[in-house]
Nanobody
Framework: QVQLVESGGGLVQAGGSLRLSCKSSARTFSGHAMGWFRQAPGSEREFVAAIVWNGGTTYYADAVKGRFTISRDNAENTVYLQMNSLEPEDTAIYYC??????????????????WGQGTQVTVSS
């Protein structure tokens, strides 16, 4: 059973930055695509960003393009989400996820997607 543990969430003012981290227990981490999703109160979970196994290609939701950056360190089994120019609309629980392909993540997750417990990000206006 793979465990994903997120950290780095918190309260920040609009325009500020946060960096989320996600540590994976998977021995196959370097062979999997990783991603971030978020779920705001009263809304469905939505795709935020994904990165392929070697970090060579990244994908972003339109709402975060140019503000968020996903990256990974395979030696540390960790994926990151750097969030800049945060807006109140970014307030949500952010979830780390992994799967065998980035396409499965960018499509919203599939039966093979595994998830972290989430970390709260709150952006005040």
């Amino acid at each position: 059973q793979v465990q994903l543990v997120e950290s780095g969430g918190g309260l920040v003012q609009a325009g500020g930055s946060l960096r989320l981290s996600c540590k994976s227990s998977a021995r196959t981490f370097s062979g999997h695509a990783m991603g971030w999703f978020r779920q705001a109160p009263g809304s469905e979970r939505e795709f935020v960003a994904a990165i392929v196994w070697n970090g060579g290609t990244t994908y972003y939701a339109d709402a975060v393009k140019g503000r968020f950056t996903i990256s990974r360190d395979n030696a540390e089994n960790t994926v990151y989400l750097q969030m800049n120019s945060l807006e109140p609309e970014d307030t949500a629980i952010y979830y780390c996820a992994g799967d065998i392909s980035s396409r499965r993540l960018s499509s919203g997750g599939t039966s093979t997607t595994y998830w972290g417990q989430g970390t709260q990000v709150t952006v005040s206006s």
